[in-house]
C-alpha cells in the first residue's frame, strides 16, 4: 500500500490515516506531498485519478481511496486481522459513530487552533464555540473509556488502539499544543497518544521538516517554537 500524506506538521488528516496503518502494524509506503505548493492536485491526481485531490489518499494496488474514514472502513474490510475497529459490535459501533462526529464536527476548535506540531502556544480563553467542543470531546472520551475500555485493556478510547484514537488524536495534539486545559481522565488518554511509538515517529519527522506553510506566518506568537532550526 501506497500513502499520499500531507507535511506532518499541519496536515491533520494524513496523520490520520498514516497513525492507523502504523499503529496497527500494517506495511505501507508514504509518499509526502507538499501542501500548498502548485502542482500539489496534479501530484495526487497522478497517482489517483477522479480521486478527491487530498491527502490522505490510499493506493492500494488498482484500488485509490481517499477520505480519511473511508481509509478506515477500506483497511477494516480487506485487512480485518489488523484491528482497525474495536472487535465488540456496540463498541465498534460507538467508534464509529463518534469519529463520524469527530469527521463533520467540532468546526470551533478546528478553526481556532490548527494543527500545527511545531509549536506551542500559551493557554487562554479561545471563546465560547471552542469551549463547547472541549467539553463534547472530553465528554465522549469519557464515555468510550466508562462504557468500553473496561479495566487493564490498554489506554485507549476502547482499550487497544483503534480508528477512533486516530480520528482524535490530532484532537489531542491541539489540546495539547494550545495548553487547552482538561479534566484528569482525558489527560491520560491524551499522554497514552502522545506517548504511542507511531506518534513519536510521526512528530520526529515533523519536527525536522523545513516547509513553513502561510497558515503559520498569520499564525499568533508561540511560546516555542519546537522545530529545529
Ligand atoms: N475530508 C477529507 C479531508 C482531507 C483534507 O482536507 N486534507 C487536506 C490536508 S490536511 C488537503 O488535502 N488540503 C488540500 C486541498 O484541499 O486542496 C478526509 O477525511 O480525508
Not at 22 to 51: H, M, W, Y
Not at 109 to 133: E, Q
Not at 186 to 192: C, E, G, H, I, L
Request: with cysteine.
Amino acid at each position: 500500500m501506497k500513502l499520499l500524506i500531507g507535511n506532518k506538521c499541519y496536515s491533520s488528516w494524513s496523520l490520520r490515516a498514516w497513525l492507523l496503518l502504523r499503529a496497527t502494524g500494517l506495511a505501507f509506503e508514504e509518499k509526502l506531498v507538499l501542501l500548498d505548493e502548485p502542482g500539489f492536485k496534479e501530484a495526487i491526481f497522478a497517482e489517483a485519478p477522479g480521486s478527491g485531490g487530498t491527502v490522505p489518499t490510499l493506493i492500494d494496488g488498482g484500488v485509490a481511496v481517499w477520505e480519511t474514514l473511508a481509509i478506515a472502513e477500506y483497511l477494516h474490510e480487506t485487512r480485518p486481522e489488523a484491528g482497525i475497529w474495536p472487535r465488540d459490535v456496540a463498541a465498534r459501533a460507538h467508534a464509529r459513530a463518534i469519529s463520524s462526529e469527530m469527521h463533520a464536527g467540532f468546526t470551533a476548535l478546528r478553526g481556532a487552533c490548527p494543527m500545527n506540531l511545531g509549536k506551542r502556544f500559551a493557554g487562554r480563553d479561545r471563546g465560547a464555540g471552542v469551549a463547547r467542543d472541549v467539553e463534547r470531546i472530553t465528554g465522549i472520551w469519557r464515555q468510550a473509556r466508562e462504557r468500553f475500555a473496561g479495566s487493564g485493556q490498554g489506554p485507549f478510547l476502547y482499550g487497544a488502539f483503534s480508528a477512533a484514537d486516530a480520528m482524535y488524536a490530532p484532537v489531542v495534539t491541539r489540546l495539547d499544543s494550545y495548553g487547552i486545559a482538561v479534566d484528569a481522565a482525558s489527560q491520560d488518554y491524551m499522554r497514552a497518544v502522545l506517548g504511542l511509538p507511531a506518534y513519536r515517529e510521526w512528530l520526529t519527522a515533523a519536527l525536522a521538516e523545513p516547509w513553513v506553510v502561510a497558515q503559520d506566518e498569520v499564525e499568533e506568537p508561540a511560546l516555542a517554537d519546537l522545530r529545529q532550526s
